[in-house]
């Protein structure tokens, strides 16, 4: 048996998608529309709160093209208090207008890959930091689940620790490059949901999305093991966006 990798595991994670039920939206009075706008703010102060507390982070985007209109990714100390806020959202009036399309669960993932022998990873100050992230305030999102290939002569399952960390090492260069333009969040869902991993990306500029993703796809982690799920990407969800959002 090949040795597993040691992980050290943050928040758990909830990407909640929805789509606006935009008929329902425009048929409500402009009083019912009134009040489920005013819950939603409510809760968008909530979690700006939490934010703020440092006791999880919430970010909220809208999301490009017909798979959601919106995604709330949160973070949360338990798998609890993800399913509580999921409820406490389900039953604002606001949520009438929404259909759920989509939900990951998993939680921050930090692997020993890269970690320096004889360091106890969590006395470093910035590794824990990353366990338990502020979400970045970044103009765009991008989601998608993946897997590592288990077939054939391509078991990343089956490879020794040393092959693994050499291919990580080269996948952690590429990345590096984009430090200061992508920010990666990275979450394990063994056990949690259908993927292994969900692959979180903050940037300002969405083309370096495709110039990250597609340099990767070269990289052999990425080309002989990288299996993917779907692709979402959306824009930051400002309250003032927010209003223009929802004015029918
Ligand atoms: O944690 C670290 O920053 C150390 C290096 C590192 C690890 C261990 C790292 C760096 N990643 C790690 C683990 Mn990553 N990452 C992805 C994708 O689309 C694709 O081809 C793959 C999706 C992207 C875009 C990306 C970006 N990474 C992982 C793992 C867990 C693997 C395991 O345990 O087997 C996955 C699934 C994964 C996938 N990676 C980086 C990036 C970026 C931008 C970095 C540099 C981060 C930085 O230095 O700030």
């Known amino acids: 048996m090949s040795e597993a990798a040691q992980t050290l595991e943050g928040w758990y994670a909830l990407h909640d998608f929805r789509t606006i039920d935009w008929q329902a939206w425009k048929a409500a009075s402009e009083e019912e529309r009134t009040q489920a706008t005013d819950e939603l703010h409510v809760y968008l102060k909530l979690w700006d709160h939490v934010n703020e507390m ?50 990951y669960v998993s939680i921050v993932e930090l692997s020993n890959y890269m970690g320096q022998p004889g360091v106890d990873p969590l006395q470093v100050p910035e590794v824990v930091a990353r366990l338990k992230p502020t979400l ?36 952690g260069l590429i990345g590096r490059q984009y430090a200061g333009k992508v920010k990666q969040i990275i979450t394990g ?20 999305f495709k110039k ?16 993917f799920g779907e692709f979402y990407v959306g824009n930051l969800l400002t309250e003032a966006k927010l209003s223009e959002l929802l004015s029918v």
């Not at 798998?79 to 009036?93: H, I, Y």
């Not at 288990?150 to 990580?168: C, I, P, Q, V």
């Open 189 to 208: 869902s063994v056990g949690f949901d259908n993927w292994e991993w969900g692959v979180t990306l903050f940037a300002d500029d969405a083309l370096q």
């Open 54 to 103: 440092k006791q999880g982070s919430t970010a909220v985007y809208t999301i490009i093209g017909q798979k959601a209109d919106l995604v709330f990714m949160h973070l949360r100390e338990t798998l609890e208090e993800l399913n509580a806020l999921e409820n406490a959202f389900n039953k604002t009036s606001f949520a009438k207008f929404t259909k759920p399309t989509y939900s």
């Open 136 to 171: 970045p305030k970044a103009n765009h999102i991008c989601f998608y689940p993946m897997n590592k290939r288990r077939e054939g002569n391509d078991n990343w399952y089956m490879l020794s620790m040393d092959d693994r960390k050499a291919m990580m090492r080269s996948h």
């Open 212 to 227: 990250l993703v597609y340099e990767m796809r070269f990289d052999e982690v990425s080309a002989r093991f990288g299996e």
